[in-house]
């Protein structure tokens, strides 16, 4: 096996804080590969459900929709995603993310630098 495959069949999933209806599995990280400037997940997220009004101070995120779609919201600024769409959130920016599709979204999440769902690194 190779330490830079990862295979998300074979990652645990669990409930991110600030969110609802949400499992994510962190597949590039520190644990998984070793890496140390980004971190890499995938989410799939419940029909109304998603990320609560939140912050990421002294961290960007991207998130790329592969499937569903999704209302989005940076400072009062609306819009929504289709699969092949993805949205970047800069530092400081509080944002929601809300999947409107029937069927659960599945999006592509990266940090840099890693998130590693610490709590202090959010702002509510």
């Given at each position: ?28 990280s ?60 800069p530092?400081?920016?509080k ?30």
């Amino acid at each position: 096996m190779h330490k830079w495959i990862v295979k998300e069949n074979e990652i645990e999933g669990y409930s991110p804080a600030n969110h609802t209806g949400t499992v994510n599995k962190r597949l590039i990280s520190q644990e998984t590969v070793g890496a140390k400037h980004m971190e890499v997940l995938i989410g799939t997220i419940e029909k109304n459900q998603g990320a609560l009004p939140h912050a990421h101070p002294d961290l960007e995120q991207v998130c790329y929709l592969l499937s569903g779609s999704a209302d989005v919201e940076m400072d009062g600024e609306k819009g929504k995603l289709e699969p092949g769409d993805c949205c970047y959130f800069p530092p400081y920016k509080k944002h929601i993310f809300t999947v409107t599709s029937e069927e659960p979204a599945r999006v592509l999440i990266i940090y840099s630098p890693p998130y590693e769902e610490k709590p202090e690194r959010v702002i509510r």
